[in-house]
């Protein structure tokens, strides 16, 4: 029997699913075959507009429009010409339903799940040849594949990039490469920001004083400089640490937080109580946002 088995969307630029039809089937060859469309996902900017790649009993068909793709998986036997109304019909509801700024702005995996309710009724009616006379104008589609026929990817061509792919995919998605995304800054957390700059700029300037004033007294403690500029990288190193996803990433604050603290405490005889008190605060607020801002989880897969 021939019909249309499976579909995703995806962004063009990084591969980011954006939404799938669920689907329980538990076919080996289909399962095979979704692990094709994952590593395609990730280099659809590659390829031409249109594509076609067969899997074994099924065949993969793809588009892409304004940095959107559109994936499906169809038995082999199924019209070509139907394979492709089908995405072009995806296509133009989905441009029409979803703003292109909001489809750049998406973070998470499945951001647009709902769009799964018109996936699955396009693919019955797909499914149902006779429901599509009057909804569809097959010819325009036959005369479109004849004057540009989808390139034909080969198996060969798929495996050469599905190693690099798959690592590359599990870097964004699982949680393991130090480019993984955090959730969004919050006011609290600007604000720490803000605060430990401020801070750092402070270290910064007196520790530029101090230099002065060893060049102009002989006498001065060099130790202070190294104090002052020690403060300074340790705030920059807070900020970063907040901005970006690391290994080890509370540890690294907390001892970011304690090397503000003896720093501080050294330089005791330069600042009044309220001073070390306030860069003290500073820092211990900025550690606890780095706390709360935490990686993005990954999404349900939805049988994907």
Known sequence: MSMVVFASVVRVKDGLPLSASTDYEQDAELQETKRH?????KKLGQFPDRCSLKSGPYNVNFTSSLGVGYLMVCTANYPNVLAFCF????????????????IGSAVRPYSFIEFD?????????????????????LSDMQTEIKLRPPYALSLDELQALNGFSRNESSAKYNGIAPTQLLEPVSLPGVVSCVLTVLCGGLNLLRGVHA???ILQNDGEDFNYVIAFFLGTAACIYQCCLF???????????????????????????????????????????MTFQIRLRQPIGKAPDYNV
């Open 211 to 213: 230099i002065e004033s």
């Open 87 to 102: 995405l072009d019909e995806l296509q133009r509801e989905f441009i029409v339903t979803y703003e292109p700024k909001r």
């Open 243 to 285: 901005a970006y996803f690391s290994v080890w990433r509370s540890g690294k604050s907390f001892l970011a937080f304690a090397l503000i603290c003896l720093c501080n405490m050294y330089l005791y005889e330069l600042r009044n109580v309220w001073q070390i008190l306030f860069h003290v605060a500073v820092a211990a607020f």
């Open 117 to 137: 309710t018109f996936i699955q009724k396009t693919k019955q009616r797909y499914n149902n040849p006779r429901s599509l006379s009057t909804k569809i104008n």
């Open 37 to 41: 469309i994952k590593t395609l996902s």
